[in-house]
């Protein structure tokens, strides 16, 4: 028994299939509330990945085609063990909710206008509202360091919530800005370096 428990313990493709098995059991109100979660397990409980590469792993599950719960498993599965591993993570995140959406569509036939199961889908609604919204402050605070960040993040929400503009050309221009600005703060800085030298010389001699 001993052996076998340890066999589990550490056999990293049963932890991977295990950990997004519970992730996918657990997560309710779509792939941004499983940000927390994924968090707490790849990065402080399994040591998985640092903090910085789990926004990347954010980050580039956004920006892909799919469901980002989906896309998140894959990644985390092929950093840890190529193909293999996102199979098997993949298969973990998606078995849950498989299994679960036949058997609540089954029984929600019976039972659709019953009052208890409205009031239980409400609050599972609201709940998980909280889930997003700490995962976004989370996000938020790690990620939101200086004025170029803050502004691209509030263009992006009001491009977003209040002129409806569809989230792949607001992340694509995104890509574009970050781009654009690395390339700025780059020439700046080299620049920078090429001038400093210049003005030394030129105090030298003066001076001289």
């Known amino acids: 028994m001993r052996k076998l428990k340890a066999f589990f313990k550490n056999n990293i493709y049963w932890n991977l299939f295990f950990c997004f098995f519970k992730i996918g059991m657990f997560t309710i ?3 941004m509330a499983m940000i927390p979660i ?6 402080d409980k399994y040591g998985w990945m640092s903090s910085e590469e789990g926004l990347d792993c954010i980050a580039v599950s956004q920006s892909l085609p799919g469901v ?3 896309n998140m498993a894959t990644y985390v599965g092929y950093k840890k063990k190529g193909v293999i591993g996102a199979v098997i993570t993949t298969f973990g995140v998606v078995l849950p ?3 679960i959406i036949i058997l609540v569509v089954s029984f929600l036939r019976s039972v659709d206008d019953n ?4 009031g239980v889908l409400e609050g599972i609604k609201a709940a998980a509202t909280g889930l997003i919204a700490f995962a976004a402050y989370k996000m938020g605070k790690q990620t939101l360091k200086n004025p170029f960040q803050w502004l691209t993040a509030a263009a992006a929400f009001v491009l977003v919530a209040f002129f409806g503009i569809n989230a792949v050309w607001v992340i694509l221009a995104g890509i574009l800005a970050g781009e654009i600005y690395s390339v700025v703060n780059r020439e700046g800085l080299k620049n920078e370096y090429t001038y400093k030298p210049f003005s030394h010389v030129c105090q030298n001699r003066n001076s001289g």
């Open 97 to 99: 909710s498989f299994v």
């Open 68 to 70: 980002i719960a989906v």
């Open 38 to 43: 994924l968090e707490e397990k790849i990065c």
């Open 29 to 31: 109100g779509g792939g």
């Open 115 to 118: 009052k208890y199961v409205q």
